[in-house]
């Protein structure tokens, strides 16, 4: 899509649009079912120009073909979910037998992949249970990312601990809400938290970056908290907006230096906008 035109999706997003009278009006397409295929990092490559399906595992979700409907961007999967998938996939160790937080989980793509590499990449039975939390703030959102993880054909199906909660970040901003919100995420008790493509309307940044920092500050006996942010740069103001309030809450932000091979999900020439940050 145009990013003129998803910008202009983006600013007409909050706008009340009344269509009841109107004899144009249609419901949205049905949604699909997309069936991605995605390989391990040492999986066997051939160098000819045929793809062996052998080499390949598949995940498939069920989501809308629209870019926003009901009043959200979460029904879809976006590139920068595919990006951090691509990098977790190559570095399983990040989150092999970790409790994992993903903010703005959206329909599961980022979640679908993180579980199925928990289960692949479990060590030992002694070891800690690995744990999955996909928030959201959209209950619909939510409904949809819940029965992606545990679609039959999807290995997250069979990952016992997958959690699936409504979060809405702004809940942080507000003293009156603030305690029961860090109360109910206390329990979590996350090693790691992932995000993906959303940092895309000024008016979120301030109550992300409000969450991240009331969550990396946190204490824990098994170490320091860690982000793995990734981010499609479609309009640099934006962007720039968001280090600003990452710079503003004492957090710091590094650059991975991360070179999508393009193998897996996506055509290289699209990645080149997508920037990974820890």
Not at 9 to 38: G, K, R
Not at 157 to 179: G, I, K, M, Q, Y
Not at 206 to 226: D, M, Y
Request: hydrophobic share 40%; aromatic share 6%.
């Amino acid at each position: 899509m145009n990013d003129r035109i998803y910008n202009r999706y983006l600013e007409v997003l909050n706008q009340q649009l009344d269509v009841a009278d109107s004899s144009l009006s249609c419901p949205p397409p049905t949604d699909s079912f997309i069936t991605h295929y995605w390989r391990l990092k040492n999986s066997a490559s051939s160098k000819n120009s045929l793809v062996n399906l052998d080499d390949y595992r598949t995940l498939t979700l069920r989501e809308s073909r629209t870019t926003i409907q009901d009043g959200t961007t979460g029904l879809r999967t976006w590139l920068a979910s595919l990006v951090l998938s691509e990098y977790l996939i190559d570095t399983p160790d990040l989150i092999a037998n970790k409790r994992i937080l993903e903010l703005g989980s959206g329909i599961g793509f980022l979640g679908i992949i993180c579980a199925s590499l928990q289960r692949l990449h479990q060590t030992t039975e002694s070891a800690p249970p690995p744990h999955l939390w996909l928030t959201d703030a959209n209950e619909d959102v939510l409904t949809k990312c819940r029965g992606n993880v545990q679609l039959p054909c999807n290995l997250s199906s069979t990952h016992p601990n997958v959690h699936h909660r409504l979060l809405d970040w702004t809940a942080f901003e507000h003293s009156a809400s603030r305690s029961t919100a860090l109360a109910d995420m206390d329990a979590l008790d996350e090693d790691i938290i992932l995000g993906a493509d959303i940092v895309f309307d000024p008016a979120l940044i301030e109550p992300f970056v409000t969450v991240l920092a009331l969550r990396l500050f946190k204490l824990r006996q098994n170490g320091p908290r860690v982000a793995l942010i990734a981010l499609t740069v479609r309009n640099p103001d934006t962007f720039q907006a968001f280090l600003d309030a990452v710079e503003r809450a004492a957090l710091t932000v590094e650059h991975v230096d991360y070179q999508s091979s393009g193998r897996m999900f996506l055509e290289r020439r699209k990645v080149k906008r997508t920037r990974l940050h820890r």
